[in-house]
């Protein structure tokens, strides 16, 4: 792999990139940084609820945080002013979401000119106990 | 808990009835459909319809106004999850296990989102749907999806017949 090592990625650089997806403070994501590795946060709150009877998060709420720290992840490698956008994404529920905390890490699988391959696990108490798993294509936008 | 009731299946204006009662609340009633304000629109025997109206709270990036794929995303989960709901005999509630999501286009800034889904096969636990969000054409959508649900494991709770008896005989 002879590509050029991106630069390490800055607190700023997250929050000025959060700033412009109003639905992700809507949400109420946080950014953590730790080692230049990217974790958002979505902290639990009502709103995310999508059957009050079990109680489960909502499957869309989790895949909306997910498709977020995508985006986000992706955004930071390039310069572009306009954010990556979604072709096709695949979502694997793979346990119930508490009324909790829940966590997210994406890793960009392959990184094109113009489409990039994504990973991202979603957990709550244990990293190896994902909840949710996501992998898509993201276009990254031109400007122009 | 002995007593054979057998419930008699019901008719499909019965169902229907049932739904048109139960599926508004599913919708409005869930607290991230609120939160999104997710709006009814309709439902049928196997298929449902929700509206996400425009919201500029909603937005994914500032640079275009666009809705962020996020808000698609939560909306045609919650659609596919109605369809899955009124396709299973018994209307019990249901939980996400397989998502996918194609983004065609981005919508038009301004416009509401309605998202359509279709269950063309259910099982007795697992139904699998199609669904696409327009922003008024159908014929130019915005995004499809194609879903797995399965009923929840405290979804032998019947929505049709709350009393109904749980040990189904085998005559």
């Not at chain 1, 590509?3 to 992700?24: C, D, F, G, H, S």
């Not at chain 2, 649900?149 to 749980?166: I, L």
Request: charged letters at 25%; aromatic letters at 6%.
């Amino acid at each position: 792999m002879s590509k050029p090592v991106n630069p390490p990625i800055t607190m700023e650089a997250v929050k000025t990139r959060l700033a412009q997806m109003p639905y992700a403070e809507v949400l109420g994501v946080e950014p953590m940084l730790k080692d230049g590795e990217l974790t958002l946060r979505l902290p639990y709150h009502d709103d995310l609820i999508g059957n009050p009877v079990l109680p489960a998060m909502h499957g869309g709420a989790v895949s909306a945080f997910m498709e977020i720290t995508a985006i986000l992840q992706l955004a930071l490698t390039g310069d572009s002013a306009r954010l990556p956008r979604t072709v096709g994404i695949n979502i694997d529920f793979l346990r119930r979401g508490h009324p909790k905390d829940c966590f997210a890490r994406a890793c960009i699988v392959r990184q094109g000119r113009r489409v990039a391959n994504m990973r991202v696990s979603a957990w709550q108490d244990d990293i190896e106990k994902p909840i949710t798993a996501l992998h898509g294509n993201f276009m990254i936008s031109q400007d122009d | 808990m002995a007593e054979k009731t057998k419930a008699p299946k019901p008719s499909k204006a019965e169902t229907l009835t049932r739904l048109w009662q139960i599926a508004p609340m599913m919708v409005t009633g869930t607290p991230h459909g609120k939160a999104l304000g997710f709006r009814f629109v309709s439902v049928d025997i196997a298929a449902g319809t929700i509206a996400l109206p425009y919201n500029v709270k909603f937005i994914g990036d500032k640079k275009t106004r666009v809705m962020a794929g996020g808000a698609v995303t939560a909306l045609l989960d919650q659609t596919c999850g109605l369809a899955a709901m009124s396709a299973f005999e018994t209307l019990s509630s249901v939980a996400t296990l397989d998502l996918r999501i194609d983004y065609m286009r981005a919508a038009s800034p301004g416009e509401d989102i309605i998202a359509e889904a279709r269950c063309y096969k259910a099982t007795r636990n697992v139904a699998f749907i199609r669904a696409i969000a327009h922003d008024g054409d159908p014929d130019d959508p915005v995004a499809s999806a194609q879903a797995i649900f399965m009923t929840t494991p405290s979804g032998n709770r019947d929505y049709m017949k709350p009393m109904k008896d749980s040990t189904e005989g085998k005559s």
